[in-house]
């Protein structure tokens, strides 16, 4: 079981950035092990995902809506996923989870094998 606590979440501007982080905690070498990645929670919509990254770092995946503005990372040596966000927009304010997942990444976005989810953090972007 992976413990996964997010923060840098925050108000920012249109157009403006922000990078959230998730460190990973529990036994072992946690993030290394698992697949990591984002999804989000706009208030009165359904949980969507954002990103995902494999184990090794070497392959990603994003939403159609955030390809080119977001950026997915991960350091395996620190246990921590980040999520660079540039270009923000107003609709792109909504609770962000960072989520430790078994299944392949292609599977992430369905939420399949998603092993363990953060308390998630809040990000508001102002017109």
């Known amino acids: 079981q992976v413990s996964l606590v997010e923060s840098g979440g925050g108000l920012v501007q249109t157009g403006g950035s922000l990078r959230l982080s998730c460190v990973a905690s529990g036994s072992g070498r946690t993030s290394s092990t698992y697949n990591m990645g984002w999804f989000r929670q706009a208030q009165g919509k359904e949980r969507e995902f954002v990103a995902g990254?494999?184990?090794?770092?070497?392959?990603?995946r994003y939403a159609d809506s955030v390809k080119g503005r977001f950026t997915i990372s991960k350091d395996n040596a620190k246990n921590t996923v980040y999520l660079q966000m540039n270009s923000l927009k107003p609709e792109d304010t909504a609770v962000y989870y960072c989520i430790a997942a078994k299944a392949p990444l292609s599977s992430i976005s369905t939420m399949s094998g998603i092993q363990s989810w953060g308390q998630g953090t809040q990000v508001t972007v102002s017109s």
């Open positions: 990254i494999s184990w090794s770092g070497g392959l990603s």
